[in-house]
């Protein structure tokens, strides 16, 4: 890595990584607790599954063991790691779980720090810690991992949330570059005004510390979500934002070897595809197995395809999360 100019430098990604909890949700076992079916679920969302954290599942345990296999993958001296951004809206420590992730990697070197951006958190995680490369400082690799424990902060007699969220972990090793960047380019938009279309709000508790001075009693109420608005935004600005990408890149859809999005909805899913005349064998998805698992559905689903050589060296990739904030964002980049 020496003799990098790190005035014009770019990102090669390196390796990739993914942990699930051994519980198995189905949709069968979900129409026990609620007033629901397998066919309804199926044929709305497209899960059929989801993997829920047991008392040994959290998200620095998750975080460590995605990171790890993407470690492995990458080949790389743990000692040599810089960077390790963790994307999470629910982290096992409110500081930050990324510190613990690194402590357990034993990666001395790396600072470490959280990003929330629900479930466009890796892209934005994906984007900041590339920054951090390409702009040089000494950064030269990086781990960023998307791991959330949804299953912590459902209300679970809600059926038109309990269905959709699950838990999980996925990571993606980045390492600094003279010679190309393979990080192509990239967009990301926000808007708070919608925000309310999808959250995980506190909920305080009133006490008295003494005579007359109050505090509130941290805690969060179960996420809320009104999922028909949800839907409306997905399918109108996904696609937007990934054809004016694809357009400043001087890139046609036809140039996609692989479209991946956020796993959410199936339909949300074909619907962007078929925006973007991107046919349906380009479009990853595993989210009939896994459900919505926020930041790690997009690490999730690269690592398994991977690992089932589907994608290879030098595939382009359109990719898009999106979700609370609102926010969204989209990159194109070409792995390997």
Known sequence: MEGINFNQIGVSFKGSGSYVPDQILTNSKISQKVDTSNEWIKSRTGISERR???????????GYKAALTAIEMANWDIKTIDLIVLATSTPN????????????????NAVAFDLTAACSGFLFALISASQFLKGGGGFK????????????????????SCILFGDGAGALAIEAT????????????????????LNLPSKNTKGSIIDNIDFLSGAFSPI?????????????????????????????????????????NQRILDSVGERLKIPGEKILSNLEKYGNTSAATIPLVIDEAIRNNR??????IATSGFGAGLSWGAALIKWG
């Open 52 to 62: 829920i954290s047991s008392l040994g599942d959290n998200v620095t345990e998750m």
């Open 141 to 160: 690799r990086a781990i960023v991992i998307g791991a959330d424990q949804l299953s912590s902060f459902v209300d679970w007699n809600d059926r038109g």
């Open 93 to 108: 420590d409110l500081f930050g779980s990324a510190p613990s992730i690194q402590a357990k990697l034993g990666a001395a």
């Open 178 to 197: 003279n010679e190309f960047d393979n990080l192509i380019g990239f967009d990301m938009r926000t808007d708070g005004e919608r925000g309310s279309f």
């Open 311 to 316: 994608i290879k060296q030098n595939d382009i």
């Open 224 to 264: 809320q979500m009104n999922g028909q608005e949800v839907y409306k935004f997905a399918v109108r600005e996904v696609p937007i934002i990934l054809e004016k990408l694809l357009k400043k890149m001087n890139y046609t859809s036809d140039k996609v070897d692989w479209l991946v999005l956020h796993q959410a």
